[in-house]
Each structure stands twice: as C-alpha cells, then as structure tokens.
C-alpha cells in the first residue's frame, strides 16, 4: 500500500534468526506449539482469540502502527493475526520461515509496553500473546543474535554484561576511590549483614555508566541511608531472559537477586533508574519463582528519591534551571504506578518542568523495551522508522532536556534524539539530583 | 407454512434457547476449570475493587480515553448495543410470547420506538461493515467469519421489521425472522459474539492487574 514506510524496514536478517531458523524441521516446530500451547498456556490465551472482534480499536494504542504510516500489520491485533493468528489456523503447521518472520514481529515490533490493554474494550494482552511467541521461538532457538547473547551472559555470569565476580567489586572501590575525592567519608558498603536497604542495578551501570554508581553513592551518603551492595552474584536485577521467553534463566536470576537480598539480611531493595528490571523483579520474576508479590519490597529509584525529598533527606541547593520534560517508562509509570510520585520529584528538582503529551500511563513507548534495543544494530533502523511519533511529541514539548528514569528509554531515547536531530539533552534523574542537591562539606 | 412455523415456534425454539444458555454456561463453566486447573494466579491476582472499576470505566460512554479519540465510533457503538438488548426484550410481541410459554409479563417499550430502535441497529450495522471494508486496519484484521456475523446479528431486525410492517407474505417473513433470531441465540457462545459473555472477565481481569499490581488506570 503506497504511503507506508514499511519498505525501509523490511528484510532485516539477523544472524541467530537465520541460523536458526536455517536447523529447524516442521516437524519440530509442530511439537514446540503444542507443548508450549497445551501445557503452558490455558483458556486465558484462547479468550483472548475468542473474544477480540477484530474492530482495530487497539491500533491507535501503539506507536509501531502510529509510525509506520498506519499501516495495519503493525496494529496490536494486526501483530496477533500475523503471528499467533495463522499458528492457530493452521493449527501448528507452520514453516520455519513463518518462525523466522514471527520471531521478528514478537521481538522487534512490539515492546511488550502493555499500552494496547488500555485501548482495548475487552483489555485483551497482546503484550502477552507476544510473548507466548517469543517463548515459542525462544524453544525453538530462533531468538535475535544480540539478545540471545545477553541471555547467555545472564544464564553463565548471573548479570546482563559478562561482567566477572572480581570486575565488579572492582568496579565499586573505583568508583568508591573517586567519590571518596569530592566527599572523603564516603563508604560503598560491601556485603554489609543488616543492612536497611540493598541497592542493586543493571550490569551496565559497571559496564559503561559507572558514574551512576558513583552519583548513587553520593546521594546514600549525603541522606545518610544504611545501605549495602552485594560483592556476589546477584547484583544485577536486570533480566533479558524474561525478554527472550526464556523463563527458566529468568527464574534463577531473580532467585539469586532475592537470594542475596536475604543473605545480607536487607529490608528492602531499592533499584536505580531502570523499568525493566523492575518489571522482572516487581512482577513478573516474583511470579515465576511462585511468589504473589515480591519477597523483598522492591523500591524503584523513582519512590526512593520521592521519600527522601519529601522526608528532607536530601536538600535542593538551586533548582535545575533549564526547561525540562519527562519520559515515563511503561514499566514503571503503566507498570508501577509512579506517575505522581515522578512528577513531585521533577517539581521539586527542577523549575521549569513542561509535560509530554500524551504522559502518564498513556505516554508513548520509547522503542526500545521490552528487549527491543536489545535485539541489536541490525533492528536500530527500523526502531528509529517505527517511533516517529516519539520524535514528534519529544519535539512538540520544545523542552531542553529530557529526562528518563529508565535504562532502556534512555538509550532508546538517545538514539531517537540523534536519528531525528532534537536539539535535546537527555539525562536521568539522578543526573538532575546530584548536580542540584546540597553536598556535605 | 403452518408446519415450518410450527417448527421454528416450538421445538426449534427450545433448541435455540436451550443451546444458547448450556452453550454460554459451558463456556464460562470451562473458563473457571481450566483457570483454576492451569492459570490459577488469575484468581490470586483478580480484585473485585479494580475489576468494577475498570468495567465501570468502559461501560459509561466516553469514559476511557479511546473512546473520547473516536467519538463516533463510541455514539454508535453505545447505541448499537443498547437497541441491541432492548428490542429483542421489550418488544410488545415478544412480550406476548414470554407470556404465553412462560407466564412472565414484563414492561414492553411502545412498538414505534422499538421499530426506530431496529432501524437503528441496522444503520449501526451498515455502518459497521462500512468501516470494516474502508478503514484498513479494521479491513485487515477482518475475516469472512466478521462479515458473516455482521449478517447474523442484521438479520433478525430486518425480517422482523419486515414482517411487523406486513409488506409482502406475512407469515414468510416472520418464520424467516424466528429462524434468524434463533441462529443467532445459538451463534453467541461458538463465536466472536461470545464476547457478550467474555467482555467482563477480561477486562476485569486488566483492571485487577492495571488496579491491585500496577496501581494505574486501565481506560
Ligand atoms: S508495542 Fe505496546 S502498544 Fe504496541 S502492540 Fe506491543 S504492547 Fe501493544
Ligand atoms: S481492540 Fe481488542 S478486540 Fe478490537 S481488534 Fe484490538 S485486540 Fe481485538
């Protein structure tokens, strides 16, 4: 159909689609769908099928369909009819390119953001009936090359970056050393028993954003936190594998992150600026491993800087004076309910703060959740084709910085502010904090 | 004609009654087993406070923000559903026959508002298909299986219409219209009519995600 920008993003070959995809028999692929639909999924999945009358009211919902021109194979329920919609029709008897191409759909063209619930008169789950595809994709080895990777890494190293055991506690005295330079009491304590609150983070904060670890620390000390971080495995809350439908990794991570939480006899665990993870460890890994609501509280970054704020544990020197806006993150504003308390900590940091439109829980997805952004260089293009509507509303807001309080919508963000030249800055929240907030002599 | 109407008055009328309510009750009843045996964190997590919340949203018009992005839509929508219930119940006619075989008497709505209200329902159905065949997101998500329901539910309003305003062969017309009226009892639990029966547990069980876990709004 002419006008749509589907053709730019079409054909994208992934090396562990293709390799995959290239060992893979009918016969095979038959017996995974009906293992995956028989015993893991139930009537829910079927209603879900049953019950949407195909009245194309989700498609508004998301931002792919937005992007790409309308184009109705990027609907929410579009996405479903191409990919659970023929399995079902053809009752399991599909190719392995089928696989391949569903593979891409499940994983790169939906972000799992759970904006489409809302829209939806019945609140059907396609962020969920994606998910029962990548699972079925994941069984079958035809999981994009980079995510794939980073599962890998979560399943051998416990954390997200092949980051090893020693590398991190190296990692945490750096950082100790050089904020020990600007605040010379200052302590990152390791492993410490009793503790009130383990602070835990993704693998890419020692990786390549140390300085967040470093801004963390600052703030712990100045608001005067007892807190800890884990020497071992189990610092990283970040979780890919839940991503790739790869349920059994997602299960042990979440343990061994629950596991140390409980070993250090913590209270609670507060989580820097990141959605997804709060996403594996607030609900869905939680659930997995047969727990209604997470063992330990779990504290995102955003509640965390609302309590000290409001409780003056942390004072505001001078307000951030450029023009700001805010992403919200589906996982933790849709997901976690912190539209409010995000909004009283950018008022209270910041002067001029002017909201995105739509925001709150009906803010547009950053396109790079839900594993999207980790799926890799190959899909970059096509994240960028299909969020336009991202850039639009970023621009409309005239704002000078962005903030984003999310690992992923951060990159995501960063990369859509390149792609459509926005003169925007984009930083996280704690950026804001530890330029504003008053620091001990 | 006397038999065929005979047919369709009596025992095809207790067929279509019948397979409509065991139909809709085996499906709901299956729907709780097979929750409960294979997916039962849905009653863990389901809460009547966010459950009602969350249908009461979607069921006052322009409640949610979808609908307020496609107020037509909503108008006709909400109409359509409404006349949709109402006539078949209220019809003085039908009246008459919940009468006769069941000794229940109800209020009936005056037979000029309800022929207005089934030409309504067939406006909300042209309109419908319509928008299924020119809007392309609806036209490719839809099957024959859309357009043939489309058709089921049409029928019985307009052969009803038909035979109430005695144009042609009374009798024909009002066999035609039991006939159609009875496909359709019996469509509504084997088909995407089911939604009749399904729409408030889903939603419901959105809101009790969206509500008790995500502490945000689902409309
Ligand atoms: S990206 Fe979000 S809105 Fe789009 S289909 Fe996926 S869950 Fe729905
Ligand atoms: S809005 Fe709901 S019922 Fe309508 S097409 Fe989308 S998923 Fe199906």
């Given at each position: 159909m002419p006008g749509f920008a589907a053709n730019k993003v079409e054909n994208i070959l992934d090396e562990g689609i293709e390799k995959g995809g290239a060992k893979l028999d009918n016969k095979q692929i038959e017996d995974v769908i009906k293992s995956v639909l028989d015993t893991e999924t139930g009537e829910r999945l079927k209603i879900y099928v049953d019950t949407c009358v195909h009245c194309g009211l989700c498609s508004d919902a998301c931002h792919h369909f937005l992007s790409m021109g309308r184009d109705p194979k990027y609907s929410p329920a579009g996405k479903v009819k191409r990919t659970l919609g023929e399995i079902f029709r053809k009752k399991g008897k599909v190719s392995p390119e089928f696989i391949k191409s569903a593979s891409i759909i499940a994983s790169t063209e939906c972000n799992v953001c759970r904006r489409c619930s809302m829209y939806c008169p019945f609140g059907i789950d396609v962020a969920y009936m994606m998910k029962v595809v990548r699972r079925i994709c994941h069984k079958l080895g035809v999981t994009a090359l980079y995510i794939q990777d980073t599962a890998h890494s979560h399943s051998v190293t416990m954390n997200q970056m092949w980051v090893k055991e020693d590398e991190w506690v190296d990692t945490l005295q750096w950082q100790e050393e050089e904020a020990q330079a600007e605040f010379p009491k200052l302590r990152i304590p390791l492993e410490k028993e009793g503790a009130e609150i383990m602070y835990s983070v993704i693998a890419p904060e020692p990786k390549f954003q140390a300085q967040l670890i470093y801004q963390a620390a600052i703030i712990m000390n100045t608001a005067g936190i007892d807190w800890t971080m884990p020497a071992t495995p189990g610092w990283d809350n970040s979780d890919m594998a839940m991503y790739t439908g790869d349920f059994e990794i997602m299960g042990r991570l979440k343990r061994s992150h629950f596991d140390t939480a409980a070993r250090l006899k913590v209270k609670k665990i507060v989580m820097g600026e990141c959605g997804h993870a709060f996403r594996s460890v607030y609900d869905v890994g939680n659930r997995w491993l047969g727990?209604?609501?997470?063992?330990v509280p779990i504290i995102h970054a955003l509640e965390f800087y609302y309590d000290l704020l409001k409780a003056g544990k942390i004072k505001i020197r001078e307000k951030y004076k450029k023009s700001v806006t805010l992403h919200d993150p589906c996982n933790v504003i849709r997901g976690g309910g912190l539209a409010d308390k995000s909004r009283y900590v950018v008022n209270a940091l910041c002067d001029n703060f002017i909201e995105m439109h739509p925001n709150r829980e009906h803010n547009y997805c950053c396109n790079a959740g839900g594993g999207v952004i980790n799926c890799g260089p190959p899909f970059k293009n096509k994240r960028m084709v299909s969020n336009k509507v991202k850039a639009d509303q970023l621009i409309a807001t005239g704002a000078e910085v962005l903030l984003s309080p999310c690992h992923n919508c951060y990159s995501g963000l960063e990369d859509i502010i390149g792609h459509y030249k926005i003169n925007m800055e984009i930083k996280f929240i704690s950026d804001i904090i530890y330029e504003v907030m008053e620091k001990p002599a | 004609m006397h038999d065929l109407y005979n047919f369709v008055r009596g025992p095809l009328a207790w067929t279509a009654f019948f397979i409509f309510i065991a139909g809709s009750l085996y499906r709901i009843i299956k729907m709780f087993v097979m929750i409960k045996k294979k997916e039962s964190f849905v009653f863990t997590f389901w809460s009547w406070k966010y459950s009602l919340r969350s249908i009461m949203h979607w069921l006052i018009p322009f409640g949610t923000v979808n609908m307020r992005m496609h107020p037509f839509m909503t108008i006709v929508t909400f109409i359509f559903h409404i006349c949709l219930i109402i006539v078949p119940f209220f019809l003085f006619s039908h009246n008459v026959l919940w009468d006769e075989s069941w000794n229940i008497s109800c209020w009936s709505i005056p037979d000029p508002v309800a022929d207005i209200m089934t030409i309504i329902v067939v406006l909300c159905i042209i309109f419908f298909l319509v928008r299924r065949l020119k809007e392309p997101e609806v036209r490719f998500l839809s099957t024959a299986s859309d357009y043939f329901l489309l058709a089921i539910v049409a029928l019985p309003f307009l052969t009803g219409f038909i035979a109430y305003h005695q144009w042609s062969s009374y009798q024909f017309w009002l066999i035609l219209h039991i006939l159609t009226g009875e496909i359709m009892l019996m469509a509504i639990p084997f088909t995407r009519l089911s939604h009749m029966l399904f729409a408030p547990f889903t939603r419901g069980y959105a809101g009790s995600e969206f509500g008790g876990v995500c502490h945000s709004r689902d409309w």
């Open positions: 727990w209604k609501r997470p063992p | -």
